[in-house]
């Protein structure tokens, strides 16, 4: 693994907004370099604990290198303890643990810097690589499954919903005659692809033409937006009394989720609107604190560009 660079996105709002208490526990279900975990540690004392949970075991190595290093530096007596796990199975891994409730839970979704910038692991269109884009190398699904088998109508849909890409169609048509010839297995020739489908006058707006169906690739790939989903609730149900949940979110669908799951938990009701009193039972767990999202700062974005979408929402338990 070379160095880890990964600059945190939005770390003094997600810090001040988790009222950390230096005893508190606390959980980063994407722990990446460390970098919001790392503050994260630096706030507790005896009794406060930090996991860290990531998919990626570079990530896992780094962090630890990272916290070992905050603990080493600020003497504290906090521990910390990081998994190599989807967040998805948080309130699992933290039940395994003895853990019932939690202060604080923070999401920082999507892909690091570090993960982009190796070109081996085939994220980015900038290296030439196999096709591959798992955060988890041990899962089973690579993007060079999604590109030479799935139907082009999978492809267009994929590429169209994720990656928001109007000549989706086309270029899901292109891959499908591309690999009739013979699998499509590098990033570039993927690339070329994109480039022979969007038409040479459309592709001075919205950056690299491959941008969108590389992330449109990346989250299938990954199931990005279903583990979001199903983390949710029951995240928002393991926080204790006045516990935060933060997510931030660097897509329009991932922010849909999470606003929507977020609504959700502040009215959990399901009886039918006709129905004069509540008879489900399910009473509101809390308030969306952030009623619009908050976003990076001018200063911020001056300083890592990479901020520029991202959107962080919080929810406090009562
Ligand atoms: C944007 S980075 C997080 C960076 C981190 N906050 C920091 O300050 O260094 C996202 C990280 O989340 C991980 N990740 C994405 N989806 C995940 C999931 N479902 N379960 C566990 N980790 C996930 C990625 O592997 C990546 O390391």
Redesign the pocket.
């Known amino acids: 693994m070379g160095e880890?660079s990964?600059?945190?996105?939005l770390?003094n709002e997600c810090v001040d907004n988790l009222e950390i208490k230096t005893d508190g526990i606390y959980v980063?279900?994407?722990?990446?370099?460390?970098?919001?975990?790392?503050?994260i540690l630096r706030k507790l004392g005896e009794g406060g604990l930090l996991i860290g949970?990531?998919?990626?075991a570079?990530?896992i190595e780094?962090?630890g290198i990272?916290l070992n290093s905050v603990l080493r530096e600020t003497k504290s007596k906090a521990r910390f303890e990081l998994v190599h796990?989807?967040?998805?199975?948080m309130v699992e891994i933290c039940r395994e643990r003895g853990i019932g409730g939690v202060d604080g839970i923070?999401?920082?979704?999507?892909?690091?810097?570090?993960?982009f910038d190796s070109a081996e692991r085939g994220f980015s269109y900038r290296f030439d690589a196999p096709l591959d884009m798992r955060?988890?190398r041990g899962d089973r699904l690579t993007a060079a499954d999604v590109v030479n088998k799935y139907s082009e109508r999978e492809l267009s849909d994929i590429i169209f919903r994720y990656g928001e890409e109007r000549w989706a169609k086309r270029i899901a048509e292109f891959i499908v005659q591309r690999r009739k010839k013979a699998p499509i297995e590098t990033t570039f020739q993927l690339v070329d692809v994109i480039k022979g489908a969007i038409p040479k006058g459309a592709r001075s707006d919205g950056g690299h033409p491959a941008k969108r169906t590389f992330q449109a690739i990346r989250i299938e790939v990954?199931?990005?937006l279903d583990?979001?989903s199903n983390?949710i609730m029951g995240a928002v149900e393991m926080l204790k009394p006045s516990g935060v949940m933060e997510i931030?979110t660097?897509h329009s669908l991932e922010e849909g989720i999470v606003k929507k799951l977020f609504k959700k938990a502040e009215n959990p009701c399901e009886c039918p609107p006709e129905f004069p009193v509540c008879v489900c039972g399910k009473k509101p767990l809390g308030r969306m604190i952030t009623k619009h999202a908050i976003v990076a700062s001018p200063e911020e974005l001056e300083a890592n560009p990479r901020a520029a979408s991202a959107k962080l929402r919080i929810f406090k338990r009562f």
């Open positions: 880890f990964h600059i945190p996105v770390l980063d279900g994407t722990v990446g370099g460390g970098g919001h975990s790392g503050a949970i990531d998919r990626d570079e990530a780094a962090a990272e796990d989807n967040y998805v199975n923070l999401l920082d979704i999507g892909v690091s810097s570090h993960q955060m988890d990954n199931g990005e583990v979001l983390v931030i660097f």
